[in-house]
């Protein structure tokens, strides 16, 4: 059986699933910065949320009512993260989710929270509560790209994508937004991100689905190491396809499963491409060792703020990188065994500069947009990538104005 995957610049609609956004005035003046999701009856979700033991009052909140209910709308604001906000915190997002609740005639546990922004500064309840009525009105199914302009922050364009999966004469449609532009480091999501598809699926398949394909996608990018107090990543299933449930043993399962993790994978390499401040999109390859060590070395050649202005500068000054992979906390690396590359130029063999090494070859290729550090640690035949991006001087500037 073959499938088909065929990719969208625009985001396709997803049926079953209606989006609306709102001017609330939270931050930004003149542009939307509320978002509601609306989910049909049959849909099933599931989410992952950050690791920081700091989270945000909204992800206090949707891990509990993710565990409680299933969802029908997923309530998105920018400009203030509602974290580290204390109990008053929890008060105005439980306002928020009931006021939803009420107007749409749900439970208030069926309402998931998702807040970016400013960390420690209260939301209120206010505005966003004023704009329940339009929100309500002007559900479409087509306003994918409008949803993603509303919870954006330092971001510089909205990020969306669409796959339109074709297998054994049935399609499905994937689609997803996500923010995400600084603050973006492994450790669940690394951002907001909402990914749909009209295809059943059972809530144990659909759960595995979501840990696999943030596992080999967002967890595999990192901007500056650090982790927000709000990162949150849903992936529905409207099942507005016809047919049995997905399970993995379902003939179509792989096919589905391959249309999701292109849609997150799109969106992960485009929050890297739109880091604050990047020029450079960087690929970081570690060959011959397992995944975890490979990981280790990969992030550390990726968070070495040594390495990321070299990448700015286009200076091929590759002891840095030697010097990162040299560094990284893995018992098992035999520095004899290492070699680097930088595109088809080779700065390493096993351990010592190469004797081809050519700097001018290296220097185009530091001169690119798409770079690929290539780092071979062992024999085996395991490869491990990373994605990152480069350190500028608009990356300092950015996050010192970020509140001004």
């Known amino acids: 059986m073959t499938a088909e995957f065929t990719t969208s610049d625009e985001p396709r609609p997803v049926a079953g699933i209606r989006l609306a956004t709102a001017a609330a005035g939270i931050r930004y003046a003149d542009r939307d910065d509320v978002l509601l999701v609306e989910l049909s009856p049959k849909t099933l979700s599931s989410a992952v949320f950050t ?15 993710l565990s409680a209910s299933t969802p029908r709308l997923l309530v998105f604001n920018s400009g203030n993260a509602n974290a580290g906000t204390g109990q008053q915190g929890l008060s105005d997002v439980r306002d928020i989710t009931g006021a939803f609740a009420a107007a749409a005639n749900c439970a208030a546990d069926q309402v998931l929270p998702f807040s970016t922004g400013v960390i420690g500064e209260r939301l209120g309840s206010e505005k966003i509560c004023a704009q329940i009525p339009s929100l309500l009105e002007r559900l479409s199914e087509s306003s994918w790209g409008d949803g993603a302009a509303a919870v954006m922050t330092t971001d510089t364009v909205p990020k969306t994508a669409s796959v339109r999966v074709s297998v054994d004469g049935t399609n499905y449609q994937v689609t997803g937004f996500c923010k995400g532009s600084g603050m973006i480091h492994p450790d669940m999501a690394t951002m907001l991100a909402f990914v749909a598809t009209d295809a059943p699926i059972t809530q144990d398949y659909l759960d595995t689905l979501l840990q696999d ?14 982790t927000s107090t709000n990162d949150s990543c849903v992936l529905s299933a409207s099942a507005a396809v016809d047919g049995e449930p997905l399970t993995p043993a379902h003939p179509h399962a792989k096919a589905v499963a391959e249309g999701i993790r292109q849609v997150c994978e799109s969106l992960a390499k485009a929050a890297v491409r739109d880091g604050e401040g990047a020029t450079k999109f960087v690929e970081i390859v570690v060959e011959g060792i397992n995944e975890k060590d490979a ?37 098992a ?7 680097i590359w930088l595109g088809d130029c080779q700065i390493v063999e096993r351990g010592e500069p190469c004797p081809d090494y050519d700097e001018q070859q290296a220097a185009a ?4 947009e798409d770079i690929t550090i290539r780092i071979a640690v062992g024999p085996g035949p395991e490869k491990t990538r990373v994605w990152t991006c480069d350190f500028s001087y608009d990356y300092v500037r950015i996050n010192a104005e970020y509140r001004s």
């Not at 992030?299 to 560094?327: C, E, H, M």
């Open 213 to 226: 394909s943030v596992a080999s996608t967002f967890n595999r990018i990192t901007i500056d190491g650090d």
């Open 333 to 339: 690396l035999d520095l004899e065994q290492v070699s």
């Open 51 to 65: 690791r920081n033991r700091f989270c945000a009052a909204p992800v206090v909140v949707a891990r509990e009512n």
């Open 295 to 331: 990981l280790v070395v990969a992030n550390t050649v990726a968070l070495s703020p040594l390495v990321k202005t070299a990448l700015f500068a286009g200076d091929p000054n590759w002891g840095r990188i030697l010097a990162a992979v040299g560094r990284a906390p893995v018992d």
């Open 365 to 368: 290729v530091m001169s690119h």
